[in-house]
């Protein structure tokens, strides 16, 4: 399923398997959260910017068009015409973000839809049940996201039912997968570290949850306000406890800064909305920096965006053009920009990947980290 061809410090190349292919990681998994990259860009288009790995959002699918409608469809897989390897995450992270309308217990989480607000349950049996419905290759087990900062205790009460709930999680996993019907019975579970910006926390819930037999381990519950490098702190005291001969996922992060330097501290999956989102307003990414495709300068820019790169719009289409056609918002605009970022971020960890093979990722994480996130 899963091996570490090699690695430099703790950096790590590896070759990811499931019942839908094969990843070469480190790898970003490009977020189609509703069946869809927003801004117009197909399952057929992800192929062509080279993205391995598909993400779809539990929550969304299962508000709208319900689980149950996809999983009569013959699967998400299917219902999107995507072929290659996906996962899904719990819905706990858009629970999260639901703070004034939900109530946490034991079994589960209460909360109001966003969309009609009708009351709606999900607890572990409930995620990994929706999660079997869409057919994913990895299923994440059902978490609590909690706020950065939290109280400790708070924190570390919410550790311990994480932990409860990744057992039940397992539980309800494998009985699902043995039934006949189910619609991926290959597929995997990934348990979610939790523990807020407490590192001791962290390596304890680490620590139990690692005797859980799950397919993978992710860090979640970064990225969600607390600073940059404590976010790096947080990586650097887990990692150590982390299986390894397991994929390790860093949830929704990042910055190309922030996926170069979480990979030289051991991370092999990532993933974030940020290309796609900054896209849709006009922020791209180059090897030299990012721009703002709507500044003035660029309206008589017959060049590129970026000339290195071979995506779509740069193969094709001007600075210029481009932003015109932001300027007199067309729905074009988004979809070249997204392609263009998410094609960016996919080159980027295949650089990353012939870096760590070629023993030369300390030289290119001296020199692309910090440009990266760069302004120009």
Known sequence: MFEV??????????????????????????????????GAVSAHDLKEVGCQIELSNTYHLHLRPGDDVVRQMGGLHRFMDWDGPMLTDSGGFQVFSLAGLRKITEEGVTFASHIDGRRIFMGPEESMRIQSNLGSDIAMAFDECIENPSPYDYVKQSCERTLRWLKRCKAEHDKLNSLPETVNPHQMLFGINQGGTYPDLRVWHMDEIAKVPCDGYAIGGLAVGEETQVMYDIIDAVEPHMPVDKPRYLMGVGTPSNIIEAVSRGVDFFDCVMPARNARHGKLYTWEGAINIKNEKYKLDDSPIDPQCQCPACRHFSKAYLRHLFV?????????????????????????????????????????????????
Not at 18 to 37: D, E, K, L, W, Y
Not at 338 to 359: E, T
């Open 328 to 376: 007199a918002g067309e729905m074009l605009a988004m979809r070249l920009a997204v392609r263009h970022n998410l094609y960016f971020y996919n080159a980027l960890m295949a650089r990353i990947r012939a870096a760590l093979d070629n023993g030369t990722f300390t030289d290119f994480r001296a020199e692309y980290s910090e440009k990266l996130d760069r302004k120009r």
């Open 5 to 38: 061809l090699k690695t430099e410090g703790r950096a790590r190349r590896g070759v990811f398997t499931c019942a839908h292919g094969t990843a070469q990681t480190p790898v970003f998994m490009n977020v189609g959260t509703q069946g869809a990259i927003k």
